[in-house]
């Protein structure tokens, strides 16, 4: 009778995944920064970061997390008081814990701005084929925030929720990236910034699923609110 062959569960695969984050933590001096949107992929790169960290020991914990939030000021009030309040939880909860990690509200510059824009410079409103929201009012004052990092430390690994299983067009960015080393892929425009994504070969099911099965450890919220806020 053949053997049955001994299949990896999608926990211990979690903490694989947890112990790789430790390892590249420890492994250098560079800061680290976290995109934070507030949606479910961001949020579980967050939580492994933080669970990574957190089991570390203290005496360990000598670079700083920063997770930054880009305020478009025209986002949905609903999605917008979500996001706000986690990013107190993530401030509160991290100095409770005495974690090196800091949440950061970005807003685009006043020139940047949509309103600026659309009726001061007369752009037209947002489409498919003229975007030109997304790099005024998130890219740009996210670079600048990371340019900053890598203007004071020589270098920033900036963590991202990015998945595969997002797109073909997603999957066929990541799949043709070089690795500077295991896991780490240079900025496509950022020197000096190399790109880390946890959660890259995880479906959508498999997001949901670490989000249900293990609990927020910084929020007032949980991840179910987190679900129900999707579902409405």
């Not at 001994?6 to 695969?13: C, D, L, S, Y």
């Not at 295991?182 to 890259?200: F, G, K, S, V």
Request: net charge neutral; hydrophobic share 40%.
């Amino acid at each position: 009778m053949a053997k049955t062959e001994n299949k990896i569960t999608f926990q211990e695969r979690v903490e694989s995944r947890i112990q790789r984050i430790q390892q590249l933590y420890l492994a250098d001096s560079s800061p680290w920064v976290i995109g934070y949107s507030g949606g479910k992929d961001s949020t579980a790169v967050v939580q492994l970061a933080w669970m990574a960290i957190s089991s570390l020991e203290k005496k360990y914990l000598k670079k700083p997390v920063h997770i930054i939030t880009t305020d478009t000021m025209v986002e949905n009030p609903i999605v917008s008081s979500w996001v706000n309040a986690s990013l107190d939880s993530l401030n509160a909860a991290a100095k409770s814990n005495d974690l090196p990690i800091e949440a950061h509200l970005i807003k685009p510059s006043i020139e940047e701005s949509f309103w600026v824009n659309l009726i001061g410079r007369g752009y037209p409103a947002p489409r498919a084929k003229f975007r030109w929201c997304t790099e005024r009012l998130k890219i740009k004052p996210t670079n600048r925030f990371i340019e900053e990092k890598i203007n004071d430390n020589g270098e920033v690994v900036l963590l991202l929720g990015v998945r595969r299983a997002e797109s073909a067009v997603r999957s066929s960015r990541l799949e043709k990236r070089k690795t500077v080393q295991e896991d780490l892929y240079p900025h496509d425009t950022l020197a000096n910034c190399l790109l880390y994504a946890p959660i890259e070969d995880w479906s959508n099911d498999e997001v949901w699923l670490f989000l249900n099965q293990n609990e927020n450890p910084w929020d007032a919220y949980n991840n179910n609110d987190l679900q129900s806020l999707y579902a409405s």
